[in-house]
């Protein structure tokens, strides 16, 4: 048992995943909950997705050893000036928010003295979401980022040994550092999704109907990350403005010279792009990151 | 049986399945395969792709009812070229290509008198490229269009129920329409992962190696159709520009309005795009074009 008692705020994808992975391994010992949403949490007293479901904020996280934000990023600040003078001195609390240096700015002035906060990030996730989404299986062999930014040393070692006992790896990164990575493997990736989706749904001459007909020509594997929670990624891109923005202006940019290589009919351009991107698949399988299976393995007959 | 000698041109993953998907089910009487290349051509005897694998084109089509040219679309000329004198009156003629006014443009001049010209293009595929890569099920609920452009109906209806019984649903669609359809569906979706992948495995400041790490969330999809062939993607691209060029410009204007809505904090603007996004996916999942399994059911190992 990492910590003795757990406070999980805010029960979607990621927190009931943690919720089902500290009880595959023992990793907690009281597990409580909170959902602002009532429905929300009549869904997990349903499921059994908690030890305790509390109805209010400050009863989940009093005497809790780890209190973790597991709320869209632009909720942080509302919960960590509410959930503040009900911390227990020496506790850890910590986030799984995709963006860091905004949860900092948010969360950080409201830590009271004593209370250890260690923000992370799960970089894990499926297009589903809310309580009934998670499983335990979530993070194994994913890797969850660190951010101490100065934090206490024992702190910090415990809430990586407790990310390790949800079977998922971890690596320290200071904040900007982590931004950056996000925006490129993460959050670039979802706005492109989107936008793609979006110009195929609102393209006069081509009909939805024969968007989703014909969509395994290559537009569905955009389509699952572009289903993704909306209120998060709203928030992601609100709060990781500059490193979006960044990332942005060198996909343009390179997306401008394929064109221009398309318009001028420069095939040698076009193929050798072409080959060089196989390269990082194949790291990726051979990482252990995906499936070499045809199509991610989605059934032989779904081809 | 729909035909009785069916030729395949080029042994890569569209001809390997469709040979095992007329092996499944007995489509057609002798299936003669032609490659290029002399190390194809062994590794297809090897593994039994073809009832015969022929050293000379005009051997491979020479008695055929149904010759399918299945090589990438900037080799469709030469070929056509060189099997016109050897295709059998009252035969038909019909390609793969993802591309059709090209290939209509490429072949159509070559085709003798009395040898019906189909143009026809399974909408499925995978990742992986070459002739160990096919498999019977490929086309199974996918869709193949066919752009008969005039041709003879029975020679047209026939083709269609050639690919019906190798498992495809089939629709007709004109050359135009095709080309636009799939710059949409296919062609655009695969060069914005081939620029995602490109910017990332490009940029200074993170590393390769961090981008293969972290990429479950979200990259990662990206990666799979940026790892398809390189000639057949450059192909599709220097021959189907005008429609191309068309939905990249739609696309860019998509993403400058997310990025000023980003730029200005527009949530609610985002959070309404990113919304309207989920119902395609839906409908998707509803067609049966994808499985809804989370992260396309990878695995839950896998995440």
Not at 18 to 23: E, I, L, P, V
Not at 149 to 158: N, S, T
Request: with cysteine.
């Amino acid at each position: 048992m990492i910590y003795q008692r757990v406070a999980l705020i805010g029960l979607g994808l990621i927190a009931s995943s943690m919720f089902w992975a500290m009880k595959r391994r023992g990793v907690a010992g009281h597990v409580t909950g909170y959902a602002r949403s009532a429905e929300t949490r009549e869904t997990a007293r349903r499921i059994g997705l908690c030890d305790t479901v509390c109805d209010r904020l400050a009863d989940a996280v009093r005497d809790a050893d780890l209190v973790v934000l597991a709320v869209p990023v632009g909720a942080m600040e509302v919960v960590a000036r509410e959930i503040a003078p009900h911390l227990k001195p020496g506790a850890t609390l910590t986030d799984v928010g995709s963006v860091k240096q905004s949860v900092i700015d948010a969360v950080g002035p409201h830590v009271p003295e004593g209370v250890h906060f260690v923000p992370a990030h799960p970089m894990a996730g499926t297009e589903h979401s809310g309580p009934e989404s998670g499983f335990a299986t979530l993070f194994d062999n994913r890797w969850t980022l660190i951010v101490p930014e100065g934090a206490d040393e024992d702190a910090v070692a415990r809430l990586e040994a407790y990310w390790q006992a949800l079977g998922a790896n971890t690596e320290r990164m200071d904040v900007a550092h982590h931004d950056l990575v996000c925006a490129v493997v993460s959050h670039i990736p979802h706005l492109i999704a989107y936008t793609m989706v979006g110009v195929a749904d609102d393209l006069g001459r081509v009909s939805d109907q024969e968007v989703v007909k014909f969509s395994a020509a290559g537009f569905r594997d955009f389509t699952r990350i572009a289903a993704s929670d909306p209120t998060m990624w709203r928030d992601v891109f609100l709060t990781n403005k500059e490193a979006t923005i960044e990332i942005l202006g060198r996909f343009t940019e390179e997306l401008f010279a394929l064109q221009r290589a398309i318009r001028q009919g420069d095939g040698d351009h076009l193929f050798d792009y072409f080959t060089r991107t196989r390269a990082i698949r194949r790291g990726i399988i051979e990482a252990g990151q995906d499936t070499d299976e045809p199509n991610f393995g989605r059934g032989k007959a779904a081809g």
